[in-house]
C-alpha cells in the first residue's frame, strides 16, 4: 500500500523554480569551497616557505652582548669590531660542529617576495661565492633546471615557482633595485624548499647572518646554541624552525581560518535568509495543496514528510551539481590562473567540505522553523470554505 | 451504514447565544444509493456532511459507521478513515496546480503505483477524458474536465462513501448534469452523499434529506 506523498512530484513539476533553487544551492555551495580554495592556496604555498625551508636553513644574527662582547671592554671601535669578528668565528665554528649542522656561513642576505592569494611574505636567501652555490643548492636538494649557474656579482639562481610569482624571467631583473642596483635572474631552480640563492654585490635590501645549513632534527637554532653556550635573547635576530613556524601559525593558519569562518558565517546568514524568504513563498502558494492532502486522509505527518523529502532532493541535488561545478572551476583556477602565479594548491580539504555540509544543515534546521508553523497551520478543505 | 444520533454542532460556544449548526439531527442512511442532502445556506448541510465524513467532530451525539462510532476516534483513525473509506468532490475542485490530471487522480491512491496510474486512467477515461487531457494541467482544462478529474481522484481508492459538496456549482448545466449522472451510476453499489442547494440536480436522488436551521425540514426524507 501506497503510504506516502511524493516528494518527486512536485521536483518533476516544478524545473523551474526547483532548478532556480537548485542552481542557487549550488553556487553557494562551489562559492564557498572555492573561497576556501583560494584562500587556502596562499596556506598551501606558503607552507614550503615556512614550515619546510626552515628546516634546512636558519638564519642567525646574534648581538655582541650575545656573543660576550662587552664595548666598554675595548678602547677602540676598531678593537670592539675585531673581538666582535673573532667571537663570530668562534661561535661559526662550534656550530659547525654541532651534530647535524653541515655548514655556517656568514654572509649578506637578499630579501625576495612571494605572494599568494592573500597576503605576501619577505623572506631571505643567502648570497654567497660562486663556490659555495653548488653546496647550498645540494643541501636544499636544488637542481639548475633551466639557464647557467652565477659566474659573476649580482647573479641569482631562483625557484621557478618564485620567478612565477614574481612574473621574473632568466636574464631579468630579481625584485626591485636596491641602492641603484638590480641583481640579475640566470638561472631557474627546481627544490621543494622555495630555494633562491645568488652571489653578492655591494648593498641588498637585507642584512648579513649566519647561514647555518642544518638538518630537521637540528633546526631549532635557540636548541643549538644552547648546547654551544650561547643563550640567546629577544634582541637576536633568529630565523628558523620556531620561529617561521610560530609566524606561519599565528599569520597564515589562525588569520586564513579567522576570515574563512567569518565568510562561510556571512554566507549562511544571506543564504539561509534567501532560502528561508523562498520556501516560505513556496509554502504559501501550496497551501491549498497541504489541506486537500489533510482533507483525503493524510496526516500532517504526511504533508511534514514530503516537504522534507523534497528538501532533501532539492539540497542533495545541489550538493551533486556544486561539487562538480566546483571540481571544473578549481581544474580551471588552477591550471590557468594558480600555477602562472607559482603557488601551490591543493583541491580536497575534508574538514571544509564538512562545514559547508554542516552550513546546509544548519539551514535545513532553520527550514523546519517555517515549515512547522505551515504544517502546524494545515486546515482541512471545509475549514477553508466556512 | 451510517446512524446519526442527536447530533449537535454549535459554533461560538463561547457566546451567551450560540450557534447551532446542527441542533439533535438524527438519521439513517443505508449502504448504497444516491443521498441528496439539500437545503438554504446555513441550514447545516455542508456541517453534516464534514461530521459524517469526520472532517469535523460534532459538539454532542454520535455518528455510527458501519457500527463504529466515529466521533469518539483518534485523528489518526478519522485520516485513516477518511484515506481508505471515503472520498471528497468539493465546491471547488482543489486539483493540485502542478501536477497532470493523471497525477491529481493518483495522489489520492492508496495501492501500488502502477496500479494507481491504471486504475487512474480508467476512471480518466470512464469520466469522458481523452488520452491525451491526462497529462494536462488544471489550467489547460475547462472548469468541468476539471470537476471530472476531482471525482476521478473521489473515486480512485473505490470508496464505500463519497461525499460531495455542491459539486456542481461551478458548472454549465450541461457539465452539472454530467456529473450527476456520474456520481448516480456510482451510488449503484456504493453510498453518495450530495450536498447541494440546487434541487435539480437530485432528481435522481434515492434519498432527499431536506435541512433547515440545524433539523431536518418537516419534508424530512424523500424517498
Known amino acids: 500500500m501506497k503510504s506516502k506523498l511524493s516528494a518527486l512530484k512536485f521536483v518533476r513539476n516544478n524545473k523551474r523554480q526547483v532548478w532556480v533553487m537548485i542552481i542557487a544551492l549550488a553556487l553557494t555551495f562551489m562559492t564557498m ?3 576556501n580554495f ?12 615556512f614550515l619546510e625551508q626552515p628546516k634546512r636553513v636558519a638564519y642567525i644574527s646574534l648581538t655582541p652582548a650575545t656573543m660576550g662582547v662587552d664595548k666598554e671592554a675595548y678602547a677602540s671601535d676598531d678593537e670592539y669590531t675585531l673581538a666582535i669578528e673573532k667571537a663570530r668565528q668562534k661561535i661559526i665554528a662550534d656550530i659547525r660542529a654541532h651534530e647535524g649542522i653541515s655548514n655556517v656561513i656568514f654572509t649578506q642576505t637578499l630579501s625576495a617576495g612571494y605572494g599568494g592569494i592573500v597576503g605576501k611574505v619577505s623572506y631571505d636567501f643567502p648570497l654567497l661565492s660562486k663556490e ?14 633551466e639557464g647557467r649557474m652565477p659566474e659573476n656579482d649580482g647573479e641569482i639562481l631562483a625557484d621557478e615557482k618564485v620567478l612565477k610569482n614574481g612574473k621574473m624571467k632568466i636574464g631579468g631583473h630579481f625584485n626591485e633595485p636596491v ?16 630555494t633562491c640563492v645568488g652571489t653578492p654585490m655591494g648593498y641588498t635590501n637585507s642584512g648579513w647572518y649566519m647561514v647555518v645549513l642544518c638538518d630537521e632534527a637540528n633546526s631549532d637554532m635557540t636548541k643549538v646554541l644552547k648546547d654551544i653556550g650561547i643563550n640567546s635573547t629577544e634582541y637576536d635576530t633568529i630565523y628558523d624552525v620556531k620561529d617561521w613556524g610560530g609566524m606561519y601559525k599565528e599569520l597564515v593558519t589562525e588569520d586564513l581560518d579567522v576570515a574563512l569562518l567569518a565568510i562561510l558565517i556571512v554566507v549562511i546568514i544571506f543564504l539561509a535568509i534567501s532560502i528561508l524568504v523562498a520556501y516560505v513563498s513556496f509554502m504559501r502558494s501550496r497551501v491549498n495543496e497541504y489541506c486537500l492532502y489533510s482533507s483525503i486522509g493524510f496526516g500532517r505527518k504526511d504533508v511534514y514528510g514530503m516537504i522534507m523529502r523534497e528538501i532533501f532532493i532539492i539540497f542533495g541535488i545541489s550538493i551533486i551539481l556544486g561539487a562538480v561545478l566546483t571540481v571544473v572551476i578549481m581544474i580551471y583556477v588552477g591550471k590557468f590562473v594558480l600555477e602562472p602565479l607559482g603557488l601551490m594548491y591543493k583541491y580536497f580539504y575534508p574538514e571544509h567540505l564538512l562545514r559547508i555540509i554542516a552550513a546546509f544543515a544548519v539551514i535545513i534546521g532553520l527550514l523546519q ?17 466556512e | 451504514m451510517f446512524e446519526i444520533k442527536n447530533v449537535s454542532m454549535i459554533y461560538d460556544m463561547d457566546l451567551d447565544e450560540k450557534m447551532y449548526a446542527l441542533n439533535g439531527f438524527n438519521l439513517t442512511l443505508p449502504d448504497t444509493g444516491l443521498v441528496g442532502v439539500i437545503g438554504p445556506s446555513g441550514s447545516g448541510k455542508s456541517t453534516l456532511m464534514y461530521c459524517m465524513s469526520t472532517l469535523k467532530v460534532p459538539t454532542e451525539g454520535t455518528i455510527t459507521y458501519n457500527g463504529q462510532d466515529i466521533t469518539s476516534i483518534s485523528a489518526r483513525q478519522r485520516e485513516t478513515l477518511r484515506r481508505n473509506e471515503f472520498g471528497f468532490v468539493f465546491q471547488k475542485h482543489y486539483l493540485v496546480p502542478y501536477m497532470t490530471a493523471m497525477d491529481n487522480v493518483a495522489v489520492a491512491g492508496i495501492s501500488t503505483d502502477k ?10 477515461m470512464a469520466l469522458g477524458l481523452k488520452e491525451r487531457e491526462f497529462h494536462k494541467r488544471p489550467s489547460k482544462l475547462s472548469g468541468g474536465q476539471c470537476q471530472r478529474v476531482a471525482i476521478a481522484r473521489a473515486m480512485i481508492n473505490n470508496p464505500k462513501v463519497i461525499f460531495a459538496d455542491e459539486p456542481t456549482a461551478s458548472l454549465d448545466h450541461e457539465n452539472a448534469f454530467n456529473v450527476m449522472k456520474i456520481l448516480k451510476k456510482y451510488s449503484k453499489d456504493r453510498l453518495v452523499i450530495v450536498v447541494t442547494h440546487d434541487r435539480s440536480i437530485l432528481t435522481d436522488a434515492d434519498i432527499t434529506v431536506e435541512m433547515w436551521d440545524g433539523k431536518l425540514s418537516n419534508q424530512a426524507l424523500m424517498g
Not at chain 1, 38 to 49: H, I, M
Not at chain 1, 182 to 189: A, E
Open chain 1, 33 to 35: 569551497y572555492i573561497i
Open chain 1, 38 to 49: 583560494l584562500f587556502l592556496t596562499t596556506k598551501e604555498s606558503f607552507k614550503a616557505l
Open chain 1, 132 to 145: 659555495q652555490i653548488p653546496q647550498y643548492m645540494s643541501h636544499m636538494g636544488a637542481t639548475l633546471k
Open chain 1, 179 to 194: 641602492y641603484g642596483q638590480t641583481f640579475k635572474v640566470v638561472g631557474v631552480l627546481e627544490s621543494d624548499y622555495m
Open chain 1, 369 to 385: 522553523i517555517p515549515i512547522s508553523v505551515t504544517v502546524n497551520n494545515v486546515k482541512t478543505i471545509d475549514r477553508m470554505e
Open chain 2, 115 to 124: 496500479d494507481i496510474k491504471d486504475k487512474a486512467a480508467k476512471y480518466l
